[in-house]
């Protein structure tokens, strides 16, 4: 008897349509390989990039997933500059 409700729920399972809405919602992010876009777009200025200590640089770079092992301090700040800003 025990089976039979088993196969019961599962067969029910898959006809509800939310369960699939759902299982199709964790399967995109499980896909996502980790990355997940923020919800908002870094709002510094040039004079905020040129003041930010090298930690974070890069924190913000790995937030957005690009690379922070870019070279020195001064061409991660360049390249955080180039991609955030809007010039």
Known sequence: MGQIVCIISATM???N???QET???EAKTKNA???QMPLHYPRYKKDDYEKMPEWKIDCLLKEYGLPADVGDVNQKRKFAMGAF???
């Open 85 to 87: 800003l809007w010039t």
């Open 13 to 15: 399972l898959k006809l």
């Open 17 to 19: 349509p939310r369960h």
């Open 33 to 35: 390989c980790g990355f």
């Open 23 to 25: 299982t199709k919602n």
